[in-house]
């Protein structure tokens, strides 16, 4: 059978919405970051979505989204959402903005026996407001974090049942929910832990902040060096031997800033903050923290703090 976690985001409409209206359809993007976990380690699903519809606009974007996060019944692996009592710890809610979070507290929203379900519920706006969500292209909607729990290939989906994943629009239109499979990169190959000779700062993964211990020492010859891991374990100097040991075991981790995910916070990301500021559309909101529902100075100064930084820790 196949492992679902639900998960709901509704708006308490005011007024009967128009779901005979189903011109549209509500597209639906996963992404994995990164695509390889250690057993322990922990990793992110981003969720996005596109109002695929001739009516959606600058103010009339997706007010209310639903669908089921769905392992594929022929994973290997196991993937599960970390035990907590603060759902908010494990499931980041980013559009549509703003909302009233009103996630049910559990001791866990995720159990990895097969067929288990668990209604992740948020209440959103308490009327219809505007919104850009989704309009014009993928919004960012939500982003879990997932623990690995043993080796495998674990791939996620959405699944395809109507009455689960759909969207609704500002003024009440439906639209059926599409998952956008070939531009969904969103599976985990699950490893058990290896010794990691390049993490050097014992934080569990091999990083920039490792490089940084290579860079420092680069060329070095002298005995004990820490960056000084091969070949077979070091041999006095630190050179091109211990950075290929160290690309071998390099396990990079997504940085929010990277809006395009092409590796690099650059122009093109400081461009769809710009044009989200300038036109008021395709909403962009990484900063404060986990955003503040408007695309302001705040978001355009993360990316700007980032510049030219690989997005990948």
């Not at 507290?105 to 706006?125: F, K, V, Y």
């Not at 985990?188 to 832990?193: G, H, L, P, V």
């Not at 070095?220 to 630190?238: Q, W």
Request: glycine share 8%; hydrophobic share 40%.
């Amino acid at each position: 059978m196949s492992r679902i976690l639900r998960v709901f985001f509704a708006t308490i409409l005011a007024g009967a919405i128009c779901s005979h209206c189903q011109a549209g359809n509500f597209s639906v993007r996963l992404v994995a970051q990164p695509q390889t976990l250690q057993i322990g380690h922990r990793g992110i699903i981003q969720i996005w979505g596109w109002a695929d519809d001739f009516a959606a606009d600058a103010n009339n974007g997706i007010n209310v989204w639903q669908f089921d996060l769905l392992v594929e019944p022929n994973s290997t692996g196991v993937v599960v959402i970390p035990q907590t009592d603060d759902i908010n710890s494990v499931i980041t809610i980013y559009s549509p903005v703003p909302f009233d979070s009103d996630l049910l507290p559990m001791i866990s929203i995720n159990n990895p026996s097969p067929g288990d379900i668990h209604l992740l519920g948020a209440t959103t706006l308490e009327s219809p407001q505007d919104s850009n969500c989704g309009v014009g292209g993928y919004s960012l909607l939500a982003e879990v974090v997932v623990e690995a729990n043993s080796a495998g290939i674990v791939s996620y989906s959405a699944n395809g049942l109507q009455q689960d994943f759909y969207a609704i629009l500002r003024d009440g239109q439906y639209l059926n929910g599409i998952f956008d499979r070939f531009e969904s990169p969103a599976t985990i190959t699950i490893i058990d832990s290896p010794v990691l000779m390049a993490d050097f700062n014992g934080d569990g993964i091999v990083s920039t902040l490792d490089m940084q211990e290579i860079m420092s020492s680069w060329l070095a010859e002298e005995p004990g060096l820490t960056a000084d891991i091969a070949p077979d374990g070091g041999d006095g100097r630190v050179d091109i031997y211990d950075f290929i040991e160290f690309s071998g075991e390099w396990q990079p981790v997504y940085y929010k800033a990277d809006l395009n995910a092409d590796g690099i916070i650059d122009f093109i990301d400081f461009a769809k903050v710009a044009e989200a500021i300038n036109t008021g559309t395709n909403l962009v909101d990484i900063a404060p923290g986990q955003g503040d529902g408007i695309t302001n100075i705040h978001d355009l100064l993360e990316i700007i703090n980032h510049w030219l930084e690989f997005s990948y820790r």
